[in-house]
């Protein structure tokens, strides 16, 4: 089944400890992004990247990190988590660049830092 | 940055009944996608519509690009069909961007 899948689901931590959430796709898309969703902000994205070794900053990337060694995984680092990074975090991926190409989205990960 | 406005921002209906959504953009767009937030968050792409109109069993979208703006119809809604519809569009950025989106309950 085509898909995006992310790990872990749901998390609760505390300030400070490093973790990442992982992002795979099965679809052998180039073009990966992170979003977060928060009430009254919608969603926005953190980071994009085009192909392997290619990221770039979306609109939100303060505090996050990314890497992008292999096509399929696009995990997100919170090297030092702190509370306002509290939300609801999508994976999406496609072919191509977003404005033409449609985008699949994970199941979200819902992160607790307290 | 494009603006994408989502109207009614909240909707009740009773099962059965038929809705419209509409989702107004503020420039030209490459790309348009529904999306359903189910209740446990998980976003379900409804349609890939830059375009024309397409129907998928009870929903159906319309696009009318060189007006800015896009229709979802929901007939005979049903109980799962709660939830916030949400428009997103993007012109030549790298991005979505996204509506505010329309919460709609359906009660029985």
């Known amino acids: 089944e085509a898909q995006v899948t992310q790990n872990p689901r749901y998390l609760i931590t505390v300030t400070g400890k490093k973790l990442t959430v992982t992002c795979s796709q099965n679809?052998?898309?180039?073009?990966m992004s992170w979003y977060r969703q928060d009430p009254g902000l919608g969603l926005r994205q953190i980071y994009y990247s085009m192909n392997v070794e290619v990221t770039d900053k979306g609109d939100v990337p303060e505090g996050y990190k990314v890497s992008r060694k292999e096509k399929r995984n696009f995990p997100l680092i919170l090297e030092s988590p702190s509370p306002n990074q509290t939300s609801l975090y999508f994976c999406?991926?496609?072919?191509?660049?977003?404005?033409?190409?449609?985008?699949?989205f994970g199941p979200g990960t819902r992160l607790t830092v307290l | 940055g494009i603006q994408v406005e989502q109207s009614p921002p909240d909707l009740i209906l009773q099962e059965g009944a038929n809705s419209t959504l509409r989702c107004n953009f503020s420039d030209s767009v490459n790309n348009l996608q529904w999306f359903h937030q189910n209740p446990w968050g998980q976003l379900i792409n409804l349609f890939y519509?830059?375009?024309g109109t397409k129907q998928n069993g009870r929903l159906s979208a319309t696009t009318v690009a060189t007006e800015r703006y896009s229709l979802l119809y929901i007939s005979s809604s049903q109980t799962t069909d709660s939830g916030v519809y949400f428009c997103?569009?993007?012109?030549?950025?790298?991005?979505?961007?996204f509506g505010t989106g329309t919460r709609l309950q359906v009660t029985l």
């Open positions: 519509i830059p375009s």
């Open positions: 997103a569009v993007t012109g030549t950025a790298s991005k979505l961007t």
């Open positions: 999406a991926s496609s072919f191509g660049l977003p404005y033409s190409n449609e985008q699949f």
């Open positions: 679809m052998n898309h180039e073009y």
